[in-house]
């Protein structure tokens, strides 16, 4: 078994719903972070289960941005238990040493479209 699950791909699919505002502060309400890989030459699709997204943004000062992301390893989902198992293993996420994965990002540009 080869992990084939890079880091990047599974941010890829966040789809994020409705956001609650308090100012330029904003929290996931609800959404679903998704994720594809590959396990014995077999591609497969799983989600993580728990996770938390915040958000600043204000549009006046778009470079102030904070963007950040916080997933429960051990919450991947992808409807195959033995596979489940292999995902918190540490040839995958190894949720034994480290349970959460973060990913934060700051600063924003206007692109011009509006």
Known sequence: MTPRLPLALMWMTL???PLR???ADW???EGTLSFAGTQQEEPF????RRFTVALAFD????????FDV?????????RQEER??????????????SAEARFTA?????????
């Not at 700051?106 to 509006?114: C, K, L, P």
């Open 15 to 17: 789809l994020l719903a």
């Open 45 to 48: 699709e799983g989600v993580f």
């Open 27 to 29: 929290q996931l309400a």
């Open 84 to 97: 489940d198992s292999a995902l918190a293993g540490p040839e995958w996420f190894d949720v034994a040493t």
């Open 59 to 66: 549009p006046a000062s778009p470079e102030q941005a904070r």
């Open 106 to 114: 700051q600063g924003a540009r206007a692109d011009g479209t509006g």
């Open 70 to 78: 916080r997933v429960d390893l051990a919450s991947a989902d992808s």
């Open 21 to 23: 505002s308090t100012a």
